[in-house]
C-alpha cells in the first residue's frame, strides 16, 4: 500500500468523522434550542401541514430567495441543484451494482459542473459587486466559495486534462465504506480534487453551509401562525411555572 493511498484514506475517514459529529452536535443543538417568541414570517401557514409544504417550498424552491432578489435566486438555484445532480452521480463510485437511474445521469456531468461553476461565479461577483453585500462579507465567505470552486474546476478539468482510471477510482471509493482499502492512483488533479473534498467536510459543520439542515429548525419558517387560537408557551416559561409551583407546593399549569 503506497504513502498517498494511507495519507489519503486516514485524511477521508478523518473528514467524514467530523463532518458527521459536527453535523450531529449541531443538529442537537438546534433541536433543543428553546423558542420564546412566535414569530413566524407573514403570510404564514396556519396548520401544521401548511408549515410542512412551506419548508418545502423552501427547501426546493427557495421561496424567500426568490421574492427577495431574483438575480441571487437563479445564481442560488442553479449552484445548488447542479452540486445536488454531481453528488448523486457520484453514487456510481460507492454502489455495486450501480442503480440504473446513476448510470443515466453520467453524461450531464460535464454539464452540471460548469453550471457550479457559473452559479459560483454569479454569488462570487454578488459579493464582490453589491456594496452592501461586500460590506457584510467576511474572509471566510470568500473563502468558501474558492473552495467550492476548486472542488468543481478540479473535477471538471480531470475530464479533459488528467482523466483517472475509474475502475480504479470506483474500487478506492468502495474501499472506503468496505473498510477493504485499495491503492489511489496518484494523479495530481485527482488528488487535488480529494483534498478539497476533504476539506470541505472538515470545515462544513463550523461554516454557514449549516444553513442547509438550518432551514429545518428556522422558528420564522418552521412556525405555526396561531397565536391567537393556542397560547404560546416557550420551553423557558414552563420551566418557569413548573419551578415556581413546586417553591409553592403546588403545580402551575401552561394552558396552550
Not at 485524511?11 to 414569530?39: D, E, H, M, N
Not at 423552501?58 to 431574483?70: C, D, G
Not at 442547509?212 to 401562525?225: E, K, L, R, T, W
Request: proline share 5%.
Amino acid at each position: 500500500m503506497s504513502v498517498v493511498t494511507v495519507i489519503y484514506t486516514l485524511l477521508l475517514y478523518l473528514a467524514a468523522a467530523v463532518f458527521l459529529a459536527g453535523i450531529t452536535r449541531k443538529i442537537i443543538s438546534y433541536a433543543y434550542t428553546p423558542q420564546p417568541l412566535k414569530i413566524p414570517t407573514t403570510p404564514a401557514p396556519t396548520t401544521r401541514i401548511g408549515v410542512i409544504i412551506r419548508v418545502a417550498r423552501e427547501v426546493i424552491l427557495f421561496e424567500s430567495l426568490f421574492k427577495a432578489n431574483k438575480w441571487t435566486w437563479s445564481f442560488g438555484w442553479i449552484f445548488h441543484y447542479s452540486m445536488l445532480l454531481l453528488l448523486l452521480r457520484h453514487l456510481f463510485y460507492f454502489t455495486d451494482p450501480v442503480w440504473s437511474w446513476v448510470l443515466a445521469i453520467q453524461p450531464i456531468g460535464d454539464y452540471a459542473a460548469a453550471a457550479m461553476l457559473i452559479g459560483l461565479a454569479g454569488l462570487w461577483c454578488r459579493r464582490l459587486l453589491v456594496d452592501r453585500i461586500r460590506y457584510i462579507s467576511s474572509l471566510s465567505d470568500h473563502l468558501m466559495l474558492a473552495l467550492l470552486v476548486g472542488i468543481a474546476a478540479s473535477g471538471l478539468a480531470m475530464n479533459y486534462f488528467d482523466y483517472p482510471d475509474i475502475i480504479a477510482v470506483k474500487a478506492f471509493s468502495r474501499g472506503l465504506i468496505t473498510f477493504k482499502w485499495q491503492p489511489l492512483s496518484a494523479i495530481p488533479l485527482l488528488m487535488l480534487h480529494l483534498a478539497l473534498v476533504a476539506i470541505l467536510l472538515i470545515v462544513f459543520p463550523l461554516s454557514k453551509l449549516l444553513h442547509a439542515p438550518g432551514i429545518f429548525f428556522s422558528p420564522a419558517i418552521n412556525q405555526v401562525d396561531n397565536p391567537r387560537e393556542i397560547r404560546w408557551v416557550s420551553g423557558w416559561s414552563a420551566e418557569i411555572n413548573n419551578t415556581e409551583g413546586k417553591k409553592h407546593g403546588g403545580t402551575d399549569s401552561a394552558h396552550e
